[in-house]
């Protein structure tokens, strides 16, 4: 039985804050000049989900936890052609997205989400998505990460949404030591430059995911490698 009762918002609107450190002059013009190398090499990064309006964005981005942005394309390219509105969604029903879905992790819980998102904006936002993180933190499935991405790649917010992607290359940038997503964010926030903060969850999770890999980064070929304090620790690895 689909839900249209949104969840309370309070609780996961904001992480709590911490006592923020003193920067440097030294390492606040490192982090300037690292983001205008990010800059020079794309000037305007986006995510790697397919998308056409706002609706696709948070399905996508929902479908994409735990997932591949390779794999939900795949699935939402036959999806969104049958169903890219939540009235559409709604229509089709869980049974029915189930099988458009089935390749992509958790994917029988993301479709209770996905339709139980579409009742609650047909039935309480006249069929569009409200982008404001507060109401869209309130959806099924969308966490502060998905509000996030959805926020930032819509030029609605800046935010930085951190993935495993930018949680290792923010660690190795020395950008952050926080323990926690919620942590390195705060970091983020605090430390990127106002000009670079609506893409640099971008800059970031595209460098993690081809260049800044898990096991053996490829420093060889990176471009910012010489403002890198983590170098030494992989070259000649």
Request: overall charge positive.
């Amino acid at each position: 039985m689909v839900r249209a009762m949104a969840k309370p918002v309070s609780a996961k609107s904001k992480p709590a804050k911490k006592t923020a450190k003193r920067i440097s002059p030294a390492e606040r013009e490192r982090v300037e000049v690292l983001f205008e190398r990010f800059e020079g090499l794309e000037l305007r990064p986006k995510t790697e989900l397919n998308y056409a309006n706002p609706y696709e964005l948070v399905t996508a981005v929902a479908l994409s936890a735990q997932a591949t942005d390779v794999s939900v394309n795949k699935a939402t390219d036959k999806l969104f052609k049958v169903a890219n509105t939540p009235q559409a969604m709604l229509d089709l029903g869980e049974a029915g997205l189930i099988p458009y879905i089935a390749s992509i992790g958790l994917y029988r819980t993301k479709a209770k989400n996905v339709i139980a998102t579409a009742n609650i904006l047909v039935s309480q936002y006249g069929g569009q998505v409200p982008l404001n993180r507060a109401a869209l933190e309130s959806l099924p499935g969308v966490g502060r990460k998905t509000a996030s991405v959805v926020l930032n790649e819509l030029d609605i917010e800046p935010a930085i949404a951190v993935d495993t992607h930018v949680f290792r290359v923010s660690h190795r940038l020395k950008l952050s030591s926080g323990k926690t997503p919620d942590a390195v964010e705060q970091d983020l926030m605090r430390i990127v430059p106002v000009p670079y903060q609506t893409r640099a969850h971008h800059w970031l999770i595209l460098h993690g995911r081809y260049v800044c890999v898990a096991r053996k980064p490829k420093c060889e070929i990176c471009k910012i490698s010489d403002l890198c304090p983590s170098r030494e620790l992989f070259l000649g690895a």
